[in-house]
């Protein structure tokens, strides 16, 4: 299920997500692949917008299953954050995210009502 809503959201943005990154050290003929995850501001910016798209979309029946969906997105995106929704909103007012919250956002206008609705569908079944 993370897949499948990992790649509506890459559709959203229209940008690539690294879910992981490889850095390879070499030291004495020895090469030692180690996994780095990172997540970039394009993804954190991707997943704030979903709060401001998705309310307008999804019924007011499914707004608590939307909202547990967003907050367990949010969570794993940000494991170490106490109040990931909350970090995520602080985020957005810093000008340093400004530039890839705007790009989510034009991202999100272009996909239109229909492609953002599935997404949100998602994200509301994602809550169980």
Known sequence: MKNMFVKSLCALTFSAF???????????EKIEVTP???????????IYVLSEVCPKLVSDNDKPKFDAGYAKLAKEYLPSEKNPVN???????????????NEAKSDAKKAGNKKNGEICKELTAYSK
């Open 18 to 28: 690294t879910l992981g990154a490889m850095s390879v050290h070499a030291a004495d």
């Open 36 to 46: 780095t995850p990172s997540v970039t501001k394009q993804e954190l910016a991707a």
């Open 87 to 101: 970090a995520l909103q602080q985020l957005s007012k810093q000008k340093s995210f400004k530039e890839a919250l």
